[in-house]
């Protein structure tokens, strides 16, 4: 089945610095891939989106691109703030039948940002 | 609109007790569905209504565990004589069918404490 595997452990970082997130996936075909994340308090938000391979998702100054070689969507940013402190989570759609649209997520990355 | 709405947010209830938790989707969406985040962990699928029929539900979908969609507006997830396992954040988020499959919009969740 489907399946996703994120870089393990937290993330703590310096403001500005760069920062990226691991995630590759095990999937059937070739489904979309996401970025969501969780604010302290809050539900989980869209952050970005690929729908093929070699497309690149941006929002809000975060980037990851869909590697269909590498099996990958890894996450990045050049320059962090402190208002990005959350937890981001890699997440793939299933492609079609009657789990259409059913979210496979990794475990999610703690990212911490100080001043 | 005001989104998805949960509750209650924090619930705290003994073993072996029975607990409900409520979703208010957002009104026209025809998709619903459950989660369940523990520690740690990202999001994992339950189950998932279109309208008012329950069309998927998870192997960790116990039978203690029930989902209701009545007239395809509201739902409830009940848990049955909780166990300590249960402890996690129960996520329910809407779609519209045609939006999948990044339409999604996640409520903050109900966190279960069982003790």
């Known amino acids: 089945g489907d399946s996703v595997t994120q870089m393990e452990g937290p993330v703590t970082l310096s403001e500005e610095a760069f920062l990226t997130i691991n995630c590759t996936y095990t999937a059937t075909g070739y489904p979309s891939l996401f970025w969501y994340v969780q604010y302290p308090g809050e539900g989980l938000q869209l952050l970005l989106k690929a729908t093929k391979a070699d497309d690149k998702g941006s929002n809000k100054g975060f980037e990851a691109t869909y590697r269909k070689e590498t099996t990958s969507f890894h996450l990045e940013k050049g320059s962090v703030q402190v208002s990005d402190s959350a937890v981001y989570f890699c997440?793939?759609?299933?492609?079609?039948?009657?789990?259409?649209?059913?979210?496979?997520f990794g475990q999610g990355t703690i990212l911490t940002v100080h001043p | 609109d005001t989104g998805v709405s949960q509750n209650p947010r924090h619930k705290i209830t003994k073993r072996g007790q029975n607990v409900t938790f409520r979703c208010d989707p957002i009104?026209?969406?025809?998709?619903l569905y459950w989660y369940r985040q523990t520690l740690g962990q990202g999001p994992e699928f339950l189950t998932y209504f279109q309208n008012e029929a329950q069309l998927e539900k998870s192997r960790l979908l116990s039978d203690r565990f029930s989902a209701e969609r009545p007239k395809g507006s509201f739902s409830t997830l009940e848990i049955q004589r909780t166990e300590q396992g249960d402890s996690a954040m129960y996520l329910c988020?809407?779609?519209?069918?045609?939006?999948?499959?990044?339409?999604?919009?996640f409520g903050s969740g109900t966190r279960l404490t069982v003790v």
């Open positions: 009104s026209e969406h025809n998709r």
């Open positions: 988020a809407s779609s519209l069918y045609r939006q999948l499959p990044d339409g999604y919009t």
């Open positions: 997440a793939l759609p299933n492609a079609g039948g009657t789990s259409y649209g059913k979210l496979t």
